[in-house]
């Protein structure tokens, strides 16, 4: 099955820096990935998606960029805000596919 | 439309107690996903139902745990003679047809066993 790696574990920004979180799959035959953004004790919100067959994405202070042939995605944040301090968590699923397999997280703080 | 619903929110067993998970999904919805997140670490799928039918349980531990979802009435997790290990938060999501979009997911349950 698909294995995703995500890195780092743990992120602390000063507020306006960018962040970056990165992660790795397995399984060549994944073309989506998602990523998702939990708050404490809240459900895993979707910020931002890319397909396989486009090597990023951008919507305001969020990109995703994907690079097939390593098998590596990441999520970039420009000018980090306090409201995004959160976990987040990459994930990745095939054509198809009845699951996502995510990441492990990664715990963003930005310093005010 | 409300989203996916999930009841309780929280959720407290004695060990060997059965807990009852709900999910009621979105209007129009007949594809449930159920997912297990333990404490700091990732989602975990467990089992995907469409309407009266389980399609895929390979996430499904062997024993004590079962889900149902029935022609009317949400979606039941069932966990049988809950354990320590079991608590955890129970999400799940939605959609309307197999999905390969990232889909919504409800505000899940989160189960301690005691």
């Known amino acids: 099955g698909e294995n995703v790696e995500q890195h780092p574990s743990t992120l602390s920004v000063q507020e306006g820096d960018s962040a970056v979180i990165k992660c790795t799959y397995s399984?060549?035959?994944?073309?989506?990935f998602p990523w998702y953004k939990q708050e404490l004790g809240k459900r895993p919100q979707l910020i931002i998606d890319?397909?396989?067959?486009?090597g990023e994405k951008k919507d305001q202070r969020i990109a995703v960029t994907l690079n097939k042939t390593a098998k590596h995605f990441s999520l970039h944040i420009t000018e980090t805000q306090p409201e995004d301090s959160a976990v987040y968590f990459c994930?990745?699923?095939?054509?198809?596919?009845?699951?996502?397999?995510f990441g492990t997280g990664t715990s963003l703080t930005v310093i005010p | 439309n409300a989203g996916v619903m999930q009841n309780p929110r929280h959720l407290v067993r004695r060990r060997g107690q059965e807990a009852r998970l709900r999910c009621s999904p979105m209007?129009?919805?007949?594809?449930v996903y159920w997912y297990r997140q333990l404490p700091e670490e990732g989602l975990k799928f467990m089992v995907y139902?469409?309407?009266?039918?389980?399609?895929?349980e390979s996430g499904m531990p062997k024993e004590r745990f079962s889900a149902e979802f029935p022609k009317e009435g949400p979606s039941i997790l069932r966990i049988q003679q809950v354990v320590r290990g079991d608590s955890a938060a129970y999400f799940c999501?939605?959609?309307?047809?197999?999905?390969?979009?990232?889909?919504?997911f409800g505000s899940g349950t989160r189960l301690t066993v005691v």
């Open positions: 139902l469409q309407k009266e039918n389980i399609i895929d």
């Open positions: 890319i397909r396989s067959n486009v």
């Open positions: 399984d060549s035959a994944s073309n989506y």
């Open positions: 994930a990745a699923s095939s054509f198809g596919g009845n699951q996502f397999y």
């Open positions: 209007k129009g919805h007949s594809h």
């Open positions: 999501a939605s959609s309307r047809q197999a999905s390969n979009y990232g889909y919504t």
